[in-house]
């Protein structure tokens, strides 16, 4: 397990991070700069996150008295805006990186995973995971994770489809974690949140001087060597970066930005979107050739709907996990109703119902007033 530390007091933005993070990473808060030496020596520390307000002179005069902390480990600043040349001035006084605007735990993730491959290089997380991610006995989920089993030590990339809240990224997790790269990192991204202006960047990394302000760091494809690069929404990729893309995958290897060699990388691609490629294909907005090389190996995730059986299990399970001091009942009505609901959001929306119902439920017993959906 990586620990993390974010030094602030946003708990809003600590919240954002901490949720969207891997699970092999866990984040804490130090929301005093002055503790932040106590924190480091108390436990083996393998990133610090930095949000500044307006990276000016007395923030970046404290930036380079936390990276001057002997056995400091790497440093990411985030900042709600930040010119080019305040972004250069944290990378000189030794920054890892610079992250502006909302930052989510998925674009962090991948951050600090580049981070930690380069400042603890061969350290691979103690991760622990469920025996079983995906949660249900139908016919359907049980002949689902028997496919996905059987494709995890494949060499070639997977591409998993199924609707909105499905469990796309629970399947690729089950990949991942049945592989023989179990022990490597797991990289998730999501393609809609990289236009292409700093797509190339992120994903195959760049070379100081490439662009301003650029350094030489490695992109998602390097920091994910010995792991799986899960990429979800490929569908919302350009042509252009669809393009690069498949490049990668057919020659396994990768040049950075400003560079002009190749590097070879060793992962495992599964994307996911929820998407009718082949539509997108007649539209001309998705490439032939990358989705016949993605789905070599096609699996699809069932919707909630076309598995009702799995709901009450998984009600009881989601409800455990909001409150777990109580022994939770559910009545034969308010189950009724969840059974018969279609939906649409598929078990992400189920659980948002659920944790709305659990707020107004008393004494753990779940009735069908407190549930509200269509």
């Given at each position: 397990?990586y620990?993390?530390l974010?030094?602030?007091?946003?708990?809003?933005?600590?919240?954002r991070l901490?949720?969207?993070l891997?699970a092999?990473?866990?984040?804490?808060?130090?929301?005093e700069?002055k503790?932040?030496?106590?924190s480091?020596?108390?436990?083996?520390t393998?990133g610090?996150?930095?949000?500044?307000?307006?990276?000016?002179?007395?923030d970046?005069g404290?930036?380079?008295k936390?990276l001057?902390i002997?056995?400091?480990?790497?440093?990411?600043v985030?900042a709600n805006f930040?010119t080019?040349?305040?972004?250069?001035?944290?990378i000189?006084?030794g920054a890892?990186?610079?992250?502006?605007g909302p930052?989510?735990?998925?674009?962090m993730?991948?951050?600090?995973?580049?981070m930690i491959?380069?400042?603890?290089p061969?350290?691979s997380p103690d991760?622990e995971y469920?025996?079983?991610l995906?949660?249900?006995?139908?016919?359907?989920?049980?002949?689902l994770i028997?496919?996905?089993?059987k494709?995890?030590?494949?060499?070639?990339?997977v591409?998993?489809t199924?609707?909105?809240?499905?469990g796309?990224?629970?399947?690729?997790r089950t990949?991942h974690?049945?592989?023989r790269?179990?022990?490597?990192p797991?990289?998730?991204?999501?393609?809609a949140s990289?236009?292409?202006?700093?797509?190339?960047s992120e994903m195959?990394?760049?070379?100081r001087?490439?662009?301003?302000?650029s350094?030489?760091?490695p992109g998602?494809?390097e920091s994910?060597?010995?792991g799986?690069?899960?990429l979800?929404e490929?569908?919302?990729?350009?042509?252009q970066?669809q393009a690069?893309?498949?490049?990668v995958i057919?020659e396994?290897?990768?040049?950075?930005m400003g560079?002009?060699?190749?590097?070879p990388?060793?992962?495992r691609v599964?994307?996911?979107?929820?998407r009718?490629?082949?539509e997108s294909?007649?539209?001309?907005?998705?490439?032939s050739?990358l989705?016949y090389r993605l789905?070599?190996l096609?699996v699809?995730v069932p919707p909630?709907?076309?598995?009702?059986?799995?709901?009450p299990?998984l009600?009881?399970?989601y409800?455990k996990?909001?409150?777990?001091d109580?022994?939770?009942r559910?009545?034969?009505?308010?189950?009724a109703?969840?059974?018969?609901y279609?939906?649409?959001?598929n078990?992400?929306?189920?659980?948002?119902?659920l944790?709305?119902a659990s707020l107004s439920?008393?004494?753990?017993?779940?009735?069908?007033?407190?549930?509200?959906?269509?």
């Amino acid at each position: 397990m990586y620990r993390i530390l974010y030094l602030g007091q946003d708990k809003i933005n600590y919240s954002r991070l901490r949720d969207g993070l891997p699970a092999y990473m866990r984040l804490e808060t130090e929301q005093e700069r002055k503790g932040l030496k106590d924190s480091l020596a108390s436990e083996r520390t393998h990133g610090l996150i930095i949000p500044l307000s307006n990276p000016g002179p007395d923030d970046l005069g404290y930036l380079k008295k936390v990276l001057g902390i002997p056995g400091v480990p790497g440093v990411i600043v985030t900042a709600n805006f930040m010119t080019a040349a305040q972004a250069v001035c944290c990378i000189r006084h030794g920054a890892f990186d610079c992250l502006t605007g909302p930052v989510n735990g998925e674009v962090m993730g991948a951050c600090l995973n580049r981070m930690i491959h380069i400042c603890h290089p061969g350290k691979s997380p103690d991760i622990e995971y469920p025996e079983k991610l995906i949660a249900g006995d139908s016919s359907a989920i049980v002949d689902l994770i028997d496919r996905l089993i059987k494709y995890s030590d494949l060499p070639y990339p997977v591409l998993i489809t199924g609707e909105t809240g499905s469990g796309k990224e629970l399947a690729a997790r089950t990949i991942h974690l049945h592989s023989r790269r179990r022990n490597g990192p797991f990289t998730a991204v999501n393609c809609a949140s990289y236009p292409d202006d700093i797509l190339g960047s992120e994903m195959f990394g760049s070379k100081r001087g490439a662009f301003t302000g650029s350094v030489d760091r490695p992109g998602l494809f390097e920091s994910s060597s010995g792991g799986t690069l899960f990429l979800d929404e490929i569908g919302e990729l350009s042509i252009q970066g669809q393009a690069c893309l498949l490049r990668v995958i057919e020659e396994g290897t990768v040049r950075r930005m400003g560079s002009n060699t190749t590097k070879p990388v060793d992962v495992r691609v599964v994307a996911a979107t929820n998407r009718n490629l082949r539509e997108s294909m007649k539209n001309g907005i998705f490439r032939s050739d990358l989705f016949y090389r993605l789905n070599l190996l096609g699996v699809t995730v069932p919707p909630l709907r076309k598995r009702r059986e799995d709901i009450p299990r998984l009600t009881r399970d989601y409800l455990k996990k909001i409150r777990s001091d109580l022994h939770w009942r559910v009545e034969s009505g308010a189950m009724a109703l969840l059974v018969r609901y279609n939906w649409p959001g598929n078990v992400r929306e189920l659980q948002s119902v659920l944790l709305r119902a659990s707020l107004s439920a008393e004494n753990g017993v779940l009735r069908t007033g407190d549930i509200a959906i269509p």
